[in-house]
């Protein structure tokens, strides 16, 4: 099965990058329907919550994971392969 990722607040090389890692991975990154949100999330830290209660709100039952800091691969895989079980 195909997990259907929404990524949130990327720019657009990392978007390209993350999309790369998703395929290996199985998982597409999608525009709407998702099964799992990842946000890249901003500070100051405010925003950041404000963020992921609308993204929570607009995606109920969904999900919404931060990506990590520092962002690497086997970072990125393990918030996502956790994400992927909170929905089986």
């Not at 099964?35 to 109920?60: M, S």
């Amino acid at each position: 099965m195909t997990t259907k990722v929404l990524v949130v607040g990327a720019d657009p090389a990392l978007a390209e990058l993350l999309d790369e890692w998703l395929t290996l991975e199985s998982c597409r990154a999608v525009a709407e329907r998702p099964d799992v949100v990842l946000v890249d999330v901003p500070f100051p830290r405010e925003l950041a919550v404000q963020r992921l209660q609308h993204i929570g709100d607009e995606h109920p039952g969904t999900p919404v994971l931060p990506m990590p800091k520092p962002l690497t691969r086997d970072a990125f895989v393990a918030v996502l392969r956790r994400a992927k079980d909170a929905i089986q």
